[in-house]
């Protein structure tokens, strides 16, 4: 990233500020800016696809809800111990465990490439954010259209009403226990683990046990129907995914191969992460 010029007489305050604005700037360009040669026709799946598997996500929720009913029913007798444990985890599926960590660290980012540091140096802290960022925007934006979604629908919680009835819907009430279609909790925990397995793949068996555990929790503690769990699941996965082409087709963090397929670039060694790190917390 290229700072913007500054006079003799400014500052190192001045002069910060002004690379740390000219820095932003050019980060918010580089999310916006058109797809690579190629890369958009190649990263794009044919709308006749997207249909397609949109219609098949909506009959698979809708069978789904079936069985809520029954589920609900077996998780209120469930042993204490069972319910217990899935209580003690199941707060592990807010989007704050993981965009509290990543947005600081970005900001530290942000903050320390604003000053002179060797080439090497920026262009590993220019690596580390692109894919910080990816995990950031990966988590939340599905996260956050989720949260709207679900408020519109109107979907009564489990037992919000005393009945163990699937089918209460109160539309555009914009009420909490009026939002249980699809699952937040689950959501952010299935595009944690897809946007986790796409930069560490060696992290993928944790994530996605990760995520199936959150899910579960979810219906054991009848705080969201079966349907409501495998429509966030699908969110999650979906919305992560869409994030992850996104920064493919303008080669951030990812890139599309001739063949197609989304590949993540290389980037720095361990080592070099570890000792970009003290440099950068010693300064």
Known sequence: MRATAVNPGEGPV?????????????????????????AARLATLPASRVVLGTVIAVAAVAATMSIDARSIDAARHLPPWVVEFYGNITEFGETSWFLYPTGALLAVIALRSAWPLPNTVRLTLAAL???L????LAIAMPSLVVSIVKRLIGRARPLVTGENDPFIFLPLSWRVDYASLPSG?????FSAA????????A???LAWIYALMIAASRVALAAHHPSDVLAGAICGVAGALLVRNW??????AFA??????VRLLPGPSWQRIKAVARRVLSA
């Open 14 to 38: 001045v002069t910060w500020w002004l690379r740390l604005r000219a820095n932003a700037a050019a980060t918010l360009r580089s999310l916006v800016r058109p797809p690579r040669p190629g």
């Open 129 to 131: 954010g692109a894919r």
């Open 133 to 136: 960022g990816f995990i950031f």
């Open 185 to 189: 909790h689950t959501t952010t925990a």
């Open 194 to 201: 897809v946007a986790i397995g796409a930069i560490w793949p």
């Open 203 to 205: 992290a993928r068996p």
């Open 247 to 252: 920064f493919a087709r303008r080669r951030l």
């Open 256 to 261: 599309v191969g001739t063949d197609g397929i």
